[in-house]
């Protein structure tokens, strides 16, 4: 049973929810942003019509999505990039894998594991192959040698799937040393990178969280970067995103669009305008735009305080200290399915079977039930290692 209905028919009161990946403030609410409410407003006044906004969706609001990510690309980038407005970041990925397997059907996705749970069915719904590899070494870090390997066997056209900032699961980012190599192997052996970056903002500040994404937009012939405002603006039910297309020369550039909006004709007809009008309301105007940042400095400022936070438990058998290591709102905890098991049976604590946590998840509230919850697993560790 899925974990929300598990909750539902669990009557227990003091139910701790770690599992939805969505950021939740201190009350346990998912907010709607003070800038989107403003933004909204001015929508309600301003729109006079209700017409299809065509394939290619709202080219302000990607333009300005974009500017917003990437300000500082060197002018010559520009007319090597294009966008399309797609619903969420699933349907940039949906469409970012259409346009590779039309291209190219014999395309390997090389994706590393763990990933978010839709990327192997989305690569599989596309015709694709994946090929994967270890995302972490055997002490929780970024396993770089695995992506070194992987990317030393990938063919000319393959895909190399990789999380622009705040790993989902693990919380475990690529270096700049990773970041690096990546460019110099996509870039030698003509590999196609495809960043799937939905959390920009919530680890480091965008800036740091999108320096890998902007090494490698200048630095490779090619790539594709699925954008999603889910997280960043809290429009998860909106459907707010965009796919960022950079090709190698401006006579591809516009062929690519063209063919992405015929793509996008047949997989959603024409994308929802809302959340989208929204975003480019907010990053037309300089003040909602100050607003905006500031709100989601307050949603990263907290999901970084719950990491110190948690990281200084001592619990028994389990070393948490890497949280602040980690970036954004999941981790993995060192728990086997038994371990997270126990927790729902005993504690009515919630979380994915794979021990991921959505940091967000804790509050005041519920910290020292979840501390003393935890303390009192006999060891659980996965695969029966330990620390
Ligand atoms: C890694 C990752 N990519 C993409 C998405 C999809 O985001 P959206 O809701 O914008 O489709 C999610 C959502 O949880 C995610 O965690």
């Given at each position: 049973?899925?974990?929300?209905?598990?909750?539902?028919?669990?009557?227990?009161?003091?139910?701790?929810?770690?599992?939805?990946?969505?950021?939740?403030?201190?009350?346990?609410?998912?907010p709607v942003m003070t800038a989107v409410k403003?933004?909204?407003?001015?929508?309600?006044?301003?729109?006079?019509?209700?017409?299809?906004?065509?394939?290619?969706?709202?080219?302000?609001?990607?333009?300005?999505?974009?500017?917003?990510?990437?300000?500082?690309?060197?002018?010559?980038?520009?007319?090597?990039?294009?966008?399309?407005?797609?619903?969420?970041?699933?349907?940039?990925?949906?469409?970012?894998?259409?346009?590779?397997?039309?291209?190219?059907?014999?395309?390997?996705?090389?994706?590393?594991?763990?990933?978010?749970?839709?990327?192997?069915?989305?690569?599989?719904?596309?015709?694709?192959?994946?090929?994967?590899?270890?995302?972490?070494?055997?002490?929780?870090?970024?396993?770089?040698?695995?992506?070194?390997?992987?990317?030393?066997?990938?063919?000319?056209?393959?895909?190399?799937?990789?999380?622009?900032?705040?790993?989902?699961?693990?919380?475990?980012?690529?270096?700049?040393?990773?970041?690096?190599?990546?460019?110099?192997?996509?870039?030698?052996?003509?590999?196609?990178?495809?960043?799937?970056?939905?959390?920009?903002?919530?680890?480091?500040?965008?800036?740091?969280?999108?320096?890998?994404?902007?090494?490698?937009?200048?630095?490779?012939?090619?790539?594709?970067?699925?954008?999603?405002?889910?997280?960043?603006f809290g429009l998860?039910?909106?459907?707010?995103?965009?796919?960022?297309?950079?090709?190698?020369?401006?006579?591809?550039?516009?062929?690519?669009?063209?063919?992405?909006?015929?793509?996008?004709?047949?997989?959603?007809?024409?994308?929802?305008?809302?959340?989208?009008?929204?975003?480019?309301?907010?990053?037309?105007?300089?003040?909602?735009?100050?607003l905006w940042?500031?709100e989601l400095?307050?949603?990263?400022?907290?999901?970084?305080?719950?990491?110190?936070?948690?990281?200084?438990?001592?619990?028994?058998?389990?070393?948490?200290?890497?949280?602040?290591?980690?970036?954004?709102?999941?981790?993995?905890?060192?728990?086997?399915?038994?371990?997270?098991?126990?927790?729902?049976?005993?504690?009515?604590?919630?979380?994915?079977?794979?021990?991921?946590?959505?940091?967000?998840?804790?509050?005041?509230?519920?910290?020292?039930?979840?501390?003393?919850?935890?303390?009192?697993?006999?060891?659980?560790?996965?695969?029966?290692?330990?620390?």
């Amino acid at each position: 049973m899925a974990l929300g209905l598990q909750m539902q028919a669990d009557s227990r009161p003091n139910q701790i929810d770690l599992g939805v990946g969505t950021y939740r403030d201190e009350a346990g609410r998912i907010p709607v942003m003070t800038a989107v409410k403003a933004a909204e407003r001015l929508l309600v006044e301003q729109q006079d019509s209700k017409g299809y906004v065509g394939p290619s969706g709202d080219a302000e609001f990607a333009r300005r999505l974009q500017d917003a990510l990437f300000p500082d690309l060197p002018a010559s980038l520009q007319p090597r990039l294009s966008r399309i407005q797609t619903p969420g970041g699933t349907g940039a990925l949906r469409l970012a894998l259409q346009l590779i397997a039309q291209a190219n059907p014999d395309a390997r996705v090389w994706i590393a594991t763990p990933s978010w749970p839709a990327h192997l069915p989305l690569i599989a719904a596309c015709g694709l192959t994946a090929r994967t590899f270890r995302h972490l070494d055997p002490n929780g870090e970024h396993d770089r040698q695995a992506l070194a390997d992987a990317l030393a066997q990938a063919q000319p056209g393959d895909v190399v799937l990789l999380h622009g900032c705040c790993h989902n699961p693990t919380g475990v980012d690529l270096d700049v040393e990773a970041w690096r190599e990546v460019v110099q192997q996509a870039a030698a052996r003509g590999l196609a990178p495809l960043i799937d970056l939905a959390y920009s903002g919530l680890g480091e500040g965008i800036e740091a969280d999108v320096a890998g994404v902007r090494a490698l937009l200048q630095g490779c012939d090619n790539a594709l970067v699925a954008l999603s405002c889910s997280k960043s603006f809290g429009l998860y039910r909106d459907r707010t995103g965009a796919l960022l297309m950079l090709s190698s020369t401006a006579e591809t550039t516009a062929n690519l669009g063209q063919v992405a909006a015929a793509q996008a004709r047949l997989l959603w007809s024409n994308p929802p305008d809302h959340g989208a009008a929204v975003v480019r309301i907010i990053l037309s105007s300089d003040e909602l735009t100050v607003l905006w940042r500031a709100e989601l400095g307050v949603m990263r400022e907290r999901v970084n305080q719950l990491r110190r936070q948690l990281a200084s438990l001592v619990v028994p058998q389990m070393n948490l200290a890497s949280l602040t290591r980690q970036r954004g709102m999941f981790a993995l905890l060192p728990l086997s399915e038994a371990g997270v098991h126990r927790l729902r049976q005993d504690h009515a604590v919630y979380m994915d079977a794979s021990a991921r946590i959505n940091v967000a998840g804790i509050n005041d509230d519920n910290f020292q039930r979840f501390f003393m919850a935890l303390s009192s697993l006999e060891p659980c560790l996965p695969n029966g290692l330990s620390l």
